[in-house]
């Protein structure tokens, strides 16, 4: 079986977190590591049982393995200088979420892929998530009749594992509205494209808007979200949506069990229960797993990858930052 190599940039949460998803899959291969702390990201590299060299900038390791691919698990600020590595020796990339902290670099990025002729996707992994997949399969399908209105959140204490606390510089994070609650707005543009304007409101915090609630405005259906990481460190995670159909309900809470319930007309309640993406990782990987996986298939399978794609995420990304400029000014932002 073809296998497709993968060179990691930034060995944190998320790059151990990927390093893991890929280190299960036979169809993938992690062939090096880059960090600004090759010591410290040695020793992580260790405690997941692997043996892989370890340098100290992409370039570097570049020049030592052989990679068809490079996935990028950097502060959002490092996003587009790495990315633009990687493009400069023909390699494929997976970038984590957000793309980049403004258009401009966005735009750079999937210019570039487009250049280098190589692909570029995006760790939008909410399109891999068992839930929300089967959301967009109940809404595409209209077995519930018309989506009439949908309310997703996405809450959580604010991130403490950021190496130097980077989320608080909004130099490299404009807070929970672009790197937390661009999830949901990605999801919502996925489903139904760009709204025609947004209305926001939020919490300010000195890197950007560490709480943030938007309408969407659509014809139809009727949509909003809401996310934030200013809660207790020890509240924890949760993502929810509710949808309402012309036929019934979706109603997805992370924290319940099941996560899953449908409603239909005049029926109870009932538990949804779906496969996992990848019944080989365990639950809490399994959508990292996924869109990993898809991003290795399309390379081995020279296809360009058809969700989570640069060009996606960067639409994803300009709503966002029109949710934001309407909850700095309090005035409705046209898109």
Not at 21 to 31: F, H, Q, S
Not at 99 to 116: I, R, S, T, W
Not at 151 to 156: C, D, G, P, S, V
Not at 315 to 325: D, G, T
């Amino acid at each position: 079986m073809p296998v497709t190599t993968v060179a990691i940039a930034g060995f944190g949460f998320m790059g151990q977190t990927h390093a893991r998803c890929m280190a299960m899959n036979p169809a993938t291969k992690v062939v090096g590591v880059a960090d600004a702390d090759p010591v410290a990201a040695a020793r992580r590299v260790g405690e997941l049982g692997l043996e892989l060299p370890v340098a100290a900038s992409l370039a570097e390791l570049l020049e030592e393995v052989d990679a068809m691919a490079v996935d990028l698990c950097l502060p959002t600020d490092l996003h587009r200088p790495q990315a633009e590595v990687a493009f400069a020796r023909g390699k494929h990339v997976f970038c984590e979420k957000p793309l980049a902290l403004n258009m401009n670099d966005a735009n750079a990025m999937v210019a570039g892929a487009e250049q280098a002729g190589v692909y570029l996707m995006v760790g939008h992994c909410l399109r891999f998530w068992p839930e929300y997949a089967e959301l967009e399969r109940v809404v595409r399908s209209g077995e519930l009749g018309k989506l009439m209105s949908l309310e997703m959140a996405r809450r959580a204490g604010r991130p403490g594992y950021t190496k130097g606390d980077w989320v608080a510089d909004p130099s490299r994070c404009l807070g929970a509205a672009l790197d937390l609650h661009i999830h949901d707005a990605d999801f919502i543009n996925h489903l139904f494209g760009l709204p025609r304007a947004v209305t926001s409101c939020g919490s300010p915090y000195p890197s950007g808007f560490d709480h943030i609630s938007t309408i969407y405005h659509f014809d139809a259906p009727r949509v909003c979200a809401v996310g934030g990481w200013d809660y207790p460190a020890a509240w924890g995670f949760r993502m929810e949506y509710h949808a309402v159909f012309e036929h019934g309900t979706l109603d997805f809470d992370s924290s319940a069990s099941p996560t899953l319930t449908r409603c239909e007309a005049d029926g109870k309640p009932e538990a949804v229960r779906l496969p996992q993406p990848d019944p080989s990782a365990p639950e809490d990987l399994a959508a990292y797993a996924a869109e990993l996986d898809y991003f290795a298939t399309c390379i081995k399978r020279g296809e360009r990858p058809q969700t989570a794609t640069g060009a996606q995420a960067a639409q994803s990304l300009r709503l966002v930052l029109a949710e934001i400029e309407s909850a700095r000014t309090g005035q409705t932002v046209s898109l």
